[in-house]
């Protein structure tokens, strides 16, 4: 699998995702559509979902219900592209969808692989791959970013990292969708920065294209020790979202 291979492969995810066309996503003009969540979205993706805005990097796609796409349209004409995810420009959308009884929600940062520069790399511990039959004494707290307890039946592999007989390290994928899946990657706080979680993600990310499925990685661009793990791992920026929900929902997620 090539880089272009899967990048193409995102575009389409990112596609079904929002109801648009890869098209869109290659365009140098923004786009703006109606928002339909497809049959073969992401599986964590849950409506309501008032809007989303996606960019690889050339415009902006926009996505959104009747209800906000004209403050959704203007807004994408009004800022350069890469502006609309800056926090000043970002107030300016928030205050007209709060009108309307919605919030912005997500901003996510999402990486792929550069399969040319996926590094071997030794943590000094055993590693062992773990598949789904191995997950199940394994939904504690201290691996819920490797592994999600409400969608257990995703988490489908993963590299464990192991100090005699004792887990301290897991990177784990869930199959988010058919041709992609997510890494999320734990260790246990006495046994970090040792290099582990780098020499986890970069087996894990090898066994998954192996499988001939694009691994993928999201970070909020504020969690430093997550985006530097990325990097060390070979995996470079793709693409960037931001999304809205009705206040309610965003309201009680602050509770």
Request: with cysteine; aromatic share 10%.
């Amino acid at each position: 699998m090539t880089n272009h291979e899967m990048m193409e492969i995102a575009m389409r995810q990112s596609a079904e995702d929002i109801g648009c066309r890869k098209e869109d996503f290659q365009t140098d003009k923004n786009v703006v559509s109606h928002f339909k969540l497809g049959k073969h979205a992401r599986k964590y993706l849950k409506e309501p979902i008032t809007c989303n805005l996606v960019s690889y990097g050339n415009n902006i796609v926009a996505a959104s219900i009747n209800e906000t796409i004209d403050e959704v349209s203007e807004y994408v004409g009004k800022f350069d592209f890469y502006h609309c995810f800056e926090t000043p420009n970002i107030h300016w959308l928030n205050e007209r969808l709060i009108r309307k009884g919605h919030k912005i929600c997500f901003m996510s940062e999402y990486y792929l692989p550069d399969i040319n520069r996926i590094p071997v790399l030794s943590c000094g511990y055993e590693t062992r791959i773990l598949k789904q039959e191995d997950f199940g004494e394994l939904y504690l707290p201290e691996w819920n970013n490797a592994l999600c307890k409400e969608r257990r039946d995703l988490d489908i592999l993963g590299v464990g990292a192991y100090d005699g007989n004792t887990l301290v390290g897991l990177a784990a994928c869930s199959a988010d969708c058919e041709a992609m899946w997510q890494i999320g990657v734990d260790v246990l706080p006495e046994y970090r920065r040792q290099g582990i979680a780098s020499a986890l993600t970069s087996a894990l990310a090898k066994e998954i294209i192996n499988r001939d499925k694009v691994p993928f990685y999201c970070t909020a661009w504020s969690n430093i020790r997550s985006v530097r793990n990325a990097v060390k791992t070979g995996f470079v920026p793709a693409w960037v979202e931001m999304s809205a929900k009705p206040a309610a929902i965003v309201d009680k997620m602050n509770l």
